[in-house]
DNA sequence: GTACAAGCTGGAGTGCACTCCAGCTCAAGC
DNA sequence: GCTTGAGCTGGAGTGCACTCCAGCTTGTAC
């Protein structure tokens, strides 16, 4: 697979690929014979990962340790479990925060729907 | 109420109250003989919803629309309620995303574990 | 009455995460 | 054989959301 292809089934733009690389997101792919990337398929289900971490709050820095950790193997399986369970607490307090945001928004929301029935028809 | 205690209330430094001012997140408030800025305890409400709308992914324009509508009174209420049910679509999928990110990474923490019994004891 | 903390302004600087650009090579279709 | 599109590199530029700074005034504690 090109990188166009990837940046198609991945919505990431080619430059951002080339930048994850860069930075150590992405391990390097191969080349072929004129000197272009050649990836695997595995890298659509790593991408896809890495945008749930990213898109889940967690730190460019952080998603590049846990890279780094993923590339040196099984001696790392300990470290990397902690990260994603520290990612887990933050997850579950910002799910716990975003529900109150709900609630908030619907009483808010039911709030502004009395008050436009009040103004709207000032005429009873 | 000074700028100090404003910060020390909301946990938004002194800088970031005056650059909401600036932008138009907080109206500007009365001035004591010195020229400096005296708040009401309104200002704390305001600040922790927007907060709660900034830590729920809404952007700085976005907030900055709704100040400017609340400071125009109810005629705005209409385009209000309108803007806070779209984030609370937003929020909605958000949640939903974060709460299948939550299940991956119980899922990943499982996998990780059961490798690492595996690895930490080959000497069965 | 003076040291010092807190406040003021306008403007510059920062960190993050990309995004774009110039100038090049290469492969395929007409 | 030449145009076109995809890819390459190194490096510069962007947008967001603050954060810091210099140089000033004011209020409080000793």
Chains 1, 2 share one sequence.
Not at 13 to 20: A, E, I, P
Not at 94 to 118: G, R, S
């Amino acid at each position: 697979m090109m990188i166009g292809e990837v940046s198609d089934r991945t919505g990431l733009s080619v430059d951002t690929l080339r930048f994850y690389e860069k930075i150590g997101l992405i391990a390097p792919p191969m080349r072929n014979d004129a000197g272009r990337r050649v990836y695997g398929n595995d890298v659509l289900g790593w991408v896809g990962f890495l945008e749930q971490l990213n898109a889940t709050g967690m730190k460019q820095a952080d998603r590049i340790l846990y890279a780094r950790l993923r590339q040196q193997g099984d001696s790392t399986l300990r470290a990397r479990r902690e990260m994603l369970e520290a990612h887990r607490a933050v997850i579950r307090e910002k799910l716990h925060l975003m529900q109150q945001t709900m609630a908030l928004m619907d009483h808010k929301v039911a709030i502004y729907e009395t008050l436009e029935a009040e103004t709207e028809t000032p005429q009873i």
